[in-house]
Nanobody, 125 residues
Framework: QVQLVESGGGSVQTGGSLRLSCAASVIAFRDYCMAWFRQTPGKEREGVAAISPGGHSTSYADSVKGRFTISRDNAKNTLYLQMNSLKPEDTAMYFC??????????????????WGQGTQVTVSS
């Protein structure tokens, strides 16, 4: 059983920064590919960033490239998302996701079996 708990969300103004964390309760965290998704009411959940099990490869949605950075600390079983230059359109509930199968940096929702409960990010103009 994999449990994921996000933290670090909050309210910031345009141009501000936040760092999200996702603590994983799992044996062999280093074997899991991980990703961040976000969702706003009435819209589908969308992929934001993904990272390989070893942390050496990453991918990003075009909308966040150059502003967000995904990383992981396998010694601490923790996934991060550093968000800079935040915009109002980044407002959403952010979720971390995990799976043990090879996922090739997928940002498709149906790739991941394990999900956190989400943390809210609100960016005001």
């Amino acid at each position: 059983q994999v449990q994921l708990v996000e933290s670090g969300g909050g309210s910031v103004q345009t141009g501000g920064s936040l760092r999200l964390s996702c603590a994983a309760s799992v044996i062999a965290f280093r074997d899991y590919c991980m990703a961040w998704f976000r969702q706003t009411p009435g819209k589908e959940r969308e992929g934001v960033a993904a990272i390989s099990p070893g942390g050496h490869s990453t991918s990003y949605a075009d909308s966040v490239k150059g502003r967000f950075t995904i990383s992981r600390d396998n010694a601490k079983n923790t996934l991060y998302l550093q968000m800079n230059s935040l915009k109002p359109e980044d407002t959403a509930m952010y979720f971390c996701a995990a799976d043990a199968i090879p996922c090739g940096l997928s940002m498709r929702v149906n790739t991941y079996h394990y999900w956190g409960q989400g943390t809210q990010v609100t960016v005001s103009s």
